[in-house]
């Protein structure tokens, strides 16, 4: 583990200097070779081209049409939804207020957006003009009557949440007859884009360091947006030139500041905070980052995949694992030559573990799917957050429409792992093909070597009967010949006759997702979801991910085969 401990900074100066030492990374940071070392923007850009490409809608449409999960699961929470009905209708407002000291309505804006952006991929999906239509008119209401976002200190978080938001609906109907795409390029241009800049260059007067992380990234996200939208590559160029090197803190090196190399993970800014601004903060990033990419811009992986640290992170110690380092955060908060504090954070926050955001199956399709790599929990947080939704699935308040949500429709681009139930199979490992995941005489699970001209005793002892879960039927579990079942006890894999309580059903249900080579899986524990069946020294275990073994990806997955015995 590699904990370095913060010091407070000059009273009026960032912390990115700070942070930088801290977290051992200078100048010469390691960058994709898709990016340059300055500011890096498309001389044209791809429409549609926001969160979503002219490819993932006609993805969407096939695996919807053939019913085909994890995409249907999505879709149906979304139809059901009442901001997805083609009867909604849109409520403008001239001024949309936000904290303390008005009369707020902002609840209005994210409504009406979560109804524009959900009415227009059921056009993209389904090519329904009655929801193309519903989409256009809450755009064309909306431009033609918002004049302000005012309010306390939290309208900046209005214009930059609605914006990037309202920004990606847009982005879907450009185009459609009937939208007044330059009079919602104008809505954009004159009332989200100044406050989300002038955010980001002055920080509402305030230090650098006062506002967290996630006021940043919203900002960040609606000056992208913006300039893809209107085709302004200066925009462009100032929110991707502020994620690299801005002074606030949702600059990739501020929001991250501490990286643990040795174990594959980082330290998000706000996680001495709570966990739910912490996941509200990763999202932010991950919609960037997913915006940057359409246009080329490989933010994901700046930094050697800094930002994939991170999540495996947050992912971990909300999978319920509390072996996650921690370094003393420094936080300086106030406003120049008006008042000023500080407050050191020394230990990560359980505030709101484990909160459910609609945004993981994005951040592990681009990891684990698009790129290969290796990011278990932030696979098994995607499992658990099943089925996305979008806003209305999340409350009423604010935080539920944080996210346009739904990615596990729009962003997945690889199907569900599954295994067939009611049929035996042998687990082969992946390491050591001549050996199976089996049980020995003492009852303990092993991996143990089997061939053709194996015993009869061993060949029993290696095949299993998958059946759907006994504590969900979204998981597995293994029945042994005898009728006893895989479970874990003390963390060991053992086979054992079912008491019939909850724990025993838990203890004993899988959750399959893809292992490290094609066709393999890797076996999730349902009540330790942070925990799969590994070997080591040809024990089976149920242990937490080892990011930074080079095997455990391996030692973890089991091909399943036609069965021994």
């Known amino acids: 583990m590699t904990e370095r401990a913060a010091q407070p ?11 930088r030492a801290a977290a051992g990374v200078g100048a010469a940071a390691l960058a994709s070779p898709l990016l340059t ?62 904290g303390d000291g008005s009369i707020e309505n902002y609840g209005i804006l994210y409504n009406d957006i979560a109804a524009a952006y959900q009415n227009a991929l059921r056009w993209k999906i389904q090519g329904l003009t009655a929801h193309g239509n519903a989409a256009v008119a809450i755009l064309n209401a909306w431009s033609s009557t918002l004049t302000e976002i005012s309010g306390s200190a939290d309208r900046f978080l209005a214009a930059g949440i609605y914006g990037y938001e309202f920004a990606n609906a847009a982005e879907i109907m450009r185009g459609y007859s009937g939208f007044d795409l330059t009079a919602f390029q104008t809505l954009m241009t ?76 980082a330290q998000w800014q706000e996680s001495g905070r709570d966990q739910g601004h912490t996941m509200l903060g990763i999202g932010l990033m991950g919609t960037i980052c997913e915006m940057a990419w359409h246009q080329g811009i490989d933010l994901y992986g700046y930094d050697d995949n ?22 003393d955060y420094y936080w300086f908060y106030g406003a120049p030559g008006v008042w000023s504090g500080s407050q050191t954070f020394t230990e990560i926050s359980t505030g709101s573990r484990g909160q459910i955001r609609p945004i993981w199956a994005q951040l592990y399709n681009h990891y684990g799917v698009r790129k290969g790599l290796f990011a278990p929990n932030t696979a098994a947080y995607s499992k658990i ?61 092993v991996l143990t070597n089997v061939t053709s001209a194996g015993s009869a005793t061993l060949k029993t002892e290696a095949s299993f009967t998958i059946v759907a879960g006994l504590a969900s039927s979204a998981g597995y579990s293994l029945q042994t010949t005898d009728g006893r079942y895989l479970r874990h006890s003390s963390f060991r894999i053992v086979p054992a006759t079912s008491d019939g309580t909850d724990t025993f059903n838990e203890d004993a249900t899988f959750y399959a997702l893809p292992g490290s080579t094609s066709g393999s899986v890797r076996l999730v524990s349902f009540n330790y979801p942070g925990r799969c069946i590994r070997h080591r020294n040809y024990e089976l275990w149920v242990d937490p991910y080892d990011l930074a073994d080079s095997v455990f990806p391996a030692d973890s997955s089991f091909t399943p085969v036609t069965s021994w015995a």
Not at 9 to 19: H, K, N
Not at 306 to 327: H, S, W
């Open 9 to 19: 900074p000059p009273r009026g100066t960032t912390r990115r200097s700070v942070l």
């Open 37 to 98: 070392a300055g500011p890096a923007a498309a001389a044209t850009y791809t429409h549609p081209g926001m969160l979503h490409l002219a490819s993932d809608f006609s993805r969407m449409a096939t695996k919807v049409n053939a019913a085909a999960q994890p995409w249907n699961q999505s879709w149906q929470l979304m139809i059901a939804n009442s901001h997805a009905l083609s009867t909604y209708t849109a409520n403008p407002q001239a001024i949309i207020y936000r």
């Open 190 to 265: 004159d009332v989200f884009y100044p406050l989300s800049s002038s955010f980001l260059t002055n920080h509402n007067g305030a230090y650098n360091t006062n506002y967290w992380a996630s006021w940043d990234l919203c900002n960040i996200a609606c000056v992208l947006a913006t300039g893809i939208l209107c085709d302004d590559s200066a925009k462009v160029d100032e929110a991707v030139t502020y994620f690299k090197t801005g002074v606030g803190m949702g600059s990739i090196e501020n929001a991250i500041p501490y990286v643990y190399a040795d174990e594959g993970l």
């Open 306 to 327: 800094r930002f994939l640290k991170a999540i495996e992170y947050v992912a971990k110690y909300n999978l319920g694992e509390d072996d996650v380092p921690f370094t």
């Open 385 to 445: 957050v099943e089925p996305e939704g979008g806003g209305g699935d999340y409350g009423s308040t604010s935080g539920g429409y944080d996210h346009l949500g739904l990615t596990q429709l729009t962003s997945t681009e690889q199907a569900r792992t599954t295994l067939p139930t009611g049929v035996k199979r042998s687990l082969q490992s992946v390491n050591y093909p001549t050996y199976y995941a089996s049980y020995d005489t003492s009852s303990l699970g």
